[in-house]
């Protein structure tokens, strides 16, 4: 007997036969992520935007893995033998269109970076953003959401910004409620035949309906806009899988093995390809990544694929940690490091973590966080290492990135004693997710109860959430945002700045910066 259908609505239409997006950039070369549902002959051109220079064009048959969903990406120009580099510092535009039938798979522009740290602009910016959800639980688009994207596009493109970071939750599997995989009576309906919950699948299963589900969240003309034209650095978070992925014991068990590996599987086809390039030996443990802008340093760890919660808990494995501790010793000579934590350091004090831990609806939601006591230890280490750092490079600004928690905000880590210094963290959330009731309010209420970071047999940090300048003094904001950050050289060192812009009540699509902590 066949399946009902699904309703009507924009989160149950399948448009996505063609789109292109832009992930990691060089000095030299950009990677092109593209899906195409119809494989063979393709033809890429690519033009300086500024200036004169060739309009280039190179064939080549695009002919994806069955199971990648029609997705696939290429390095230009090193995978066209015989095309020569990008130039550093410049602007191109492209365009890819299937050679049989002359449809157009995709157009965008990207920026390629400096090729030497003395190359750097005197002052440069990005964008910062997490969490896209923009359905109602009938599964139609917010207008909010929608008037959200478009702001964003204005806000990046007023402060010239040259690449974005993505810090989670670029789509949603469980939510909105009615419509999450893990809904029965909506499993019945999305769910391969023979199979009652999303747990009963197959790997190859798992991996087919999240395909399906960045398809269908990502078919918004503003989203699909964002990822075509800038170069954009992606990762993952809980809602790639589901929601607090990793913190719950459960989850290590067997029964969770094939949707661990599916919820991957697509991720990589989707996202981790535009960072890391085709992964020929299977998924990789963990998705972390690093990358230079000229004298500024950023590195991304993967704080899901590696997490455990229960007797061993663990955020990340020591491996990682050991990668970022080399990275950060070959960084001493950067002018800012910027470090993507998709879940912020900073947000609730270790005693509301416990008391939210009690409460039965949100026990995932307290042991996802840092202060839980789970995650204490892997909290410490990781302090600690930046910490010793910042004894190194006193001049240098460090600053964590984060998303996930439905609240822009910012802090400022001022370490007490002989352990004098101080970090930043800025965080991005939602750009789409409008979220009310007592998340919402919970949101908007937890970042105040954090005033002090004890260091176990360590030292303690004065946590301050930082007063705006200009009348923008929003912070924490829980409203739609995106964050905009700001590198400036200021010759003996740089300075770091982050907005936080919403939008217009009155015209939504306009943005308004609600939080601005000026150069820091």
């Not at 090193?78 to 995709?106: K, N």
């Not at 999303?198 to 964002?226: K, T």
């Not at 509301?352 to 202060?371: E, Y």
């Amino acid at each position: 007997m066949p399946r009902p259908p699904l309703p009507h609505s924009r989160f149950g239409d399948l448009r996505f036969p063609c789109a292109v997006a832009v992930g990691a950039v060089s000095p030299d070369s950009a990677r092109l992520w593209l899906r195409s549902d119809v494989p063979g002959p393709h033809r890429l051109e690519v033009w300086p935007l500024e200036g004169e220079g060739p309009r280039r064009s190179a064939s080549w048959r695009f002919t994806p893995p069955k199971e990648a969903d029609g997705t696939g990406t290429l390095l230009y120009p090193y995978d066209f033998p015989g095309e020569p580099p990008l130039a550093p510092l410049r602007r191109y535009g492209f365009r890819i269109t299937r050679e049989s039938d002359g449809v157009l798979v995709g157009e965008g522009r990207f920026e390629t970076l400096p090729a030497r740290p003395e190359d750097t602009p005197s002052s440069f910016t990005f964008g910062l953003l997490s969490c896209h959800q923009p359905f109602r639980p009938s599964g139609q688009v917010r207008p909010e959401a929608v008037a959200m994207l478009e702001a964003t596009r204005r806000t990046l493109a007023s402060h010239h910004a040259r690449f974005l970071v993505m810090c989670g939750d670029q789509f949603y599997v469980d939510e909105p409620p009615p419509l999450s995989l893990f809904s029965p009576e909506f499993f019945r309906r999305a769910g391969p035949p023979g199979r009652a919950q999303l747990l009963e699948c197959s790997a190859d299963e798992v991996r087919r309906l999240y395909q399906l589900r960045h398809r269908q969240f990502w078919d918004l003309p503003g989203w699909r806009a964002l990822q075509a034209q800038y170069a954009t650095w992606l990762m993952l978070d809980d809602h790639e899988v589901v929601n607090n992925w990793g913190a719950e014991p459960e989850h290590a068990g067997p029964g969770w093995k094939p949707l661990n590996q599916g919820a991957r599987a697509a991720y990589l086809d989707y996202q981790g390809s535009r960072v890391l390039g085709p992964c020929p030996e299977g998924i990789p443990d963990t998705f972390d990544f690093s990358f230079d802008y000229g004298s500024t340093g950023f590195y991304a760890m993967d704080l899901r694929s590696q997490r455990r919660g229960g007797a061993q808990p663990r955020v990340y494995a020591p491996e990682q940690l050991a990668r970022l501790s080399t990275w950060l010793d070959a960084h001493q000579d950067s002018r800012a490091v910027f470090l993507v934590l998709s879940v912020p350091m900073v947000y609730v004090a270790s005693w509301a973590s416990m008391g939210i831990a009690m409460l039965r609806n949100h026990r995932g939601d307290a042991r996802d966080r840092w202060t839980h006591s789970w995650n204490l230890p892997d909290r410490d280490r990781l302090l600690s290492l930046l910490l010793a750092h910042q004894h190194r490079c006193p001049d240098q600004r460090v600053v964590l990135l984060s998303g996930d928690v439905h609240l822009g905000c910012s802090f400022a880590i001022h370490w007490l004693g002989n352990a004098h210094g101080t970090m930043y963290q800025f965080t991005s959330s939602p750009v789409t997710h409008l979220r009310r009731g007592f998340s919402a309010w919970a949101a908007g209420h937890l970042p105040r109860t954090e005033l002090l970071l004890k260091v176990e047999n360590g030292p303690a940090a004065r946590l301050v959430r930082m007063s705006g300048v200009g009348g923008a003094d929003r912070n924490p904001y829980s409203g739609l945002n995106v964050g905009v950050v700001e590198v400036r050289d200021q010759g003996a060192h740089s300075t770091v700045r982050f907005k936080l812009v919403g939008q217009d009540p009155r015209h939504p699509d306009e943005p308004v910066t609600v939080f601005d902590t000026g150069e820091l």
